[in-house]
DNA sequence: GCTATACCCGACCAAATCGGTCTACTTTCC
DNA sequence: GGAAAGTAGACCGATTTGGTCGGGTATAGC
């Protein structure tokens, strides 16, 4: 099972986006700012998200990232895969030639538990995550904060 | 997240104690064997097992390690927690300072993954893996493999 | 057409982690 | 006493992580 500050960060970052997405294109830099986030880092990772299909670019000045599908339709789990963070915990990646050949003792454990967890994270799409008041909260106050920061 | 090979290792070697548990003490060697783990490596990680209370080692020949509880009461999230391989999915684990002392945008969304996780592999005993049908497949198998290399 | 803005892309890097080895014990049974 | 087995910890090579840097290229607006 692989969840690093990458998967964390992509779905950070496509949550911000969500969260803005009536501002027109969101660049990396406000990204980078609001969420705390290195933006040369950042830059790879929102790669990453356009080549799996769920943000389109604007270049040039006044660009930046969009959503390239309805919130409903972008689960956290599909930010994770794209960026390359996987859910699956087997060692075979559910192959099940874990052992010369065969399936090891535990085969189905890390195989059931995958599937608890992709199903989790399947079932929370950025509408949800956009629609809860705790997120917006937090949005607010970083929303304010940047404000703040940019009149120094 | 961190689910590594330690993990899975601890568990795969709890549940081989487990499964030959009426054999008397278990060395590191059969296991070892049994499951195709480096034995060194598998020492590290049932000194851990040791210290978190859930094993109980014999000295001198014939020696090894037994369960130091009832099959039921040792779920897989003890043993995966034991070692060291946390469950937590969160950044900040669990404090909620992810970023300046406050709590960033997706907190509730880790932390809602990590009790859910938690919650499948607390909901796991021993006593469960070693009912499978399955499991005792692959065991018997893993037996008849063993006696078969020991024999040459 | 310049220029500032912003995405694009690939090389590079330090630190941490992982899986594992090796050595040198100590304890216990025969 | 010697062999079997656990104990302890230093050490190691490879990989991954998180991140930087430097140079691109596209484009909007003057």
Redesign the pocket.
Known sequence: M?L??????AVTAMLDIALHRNRG??????IAERQG?????L??L??KL??GGL?V?????????QLDRALAEITVSSIITAV??GVDATRCHGTGDCQDGDRCLTHELWSDLSGEIDGFLSGISLADLVGRKEVQHVASRQDQRLIHARHL
Chains 1, 2 share one sequence.
Not at 4 to 9: A, E, I, N
Not at 25 to 30: H, L, N, R, W, Y
């Open positions: 692989r690093t500050t990458k998967g964390r960060y294109p969101i660049s990396v830099m406000d986030i290195s933006a040369a880092y830059e790879q929102l790669a356009k080549k943000l670019s604007v270049r040039g000045p006044g660009g930046g990232y390359g963070d």
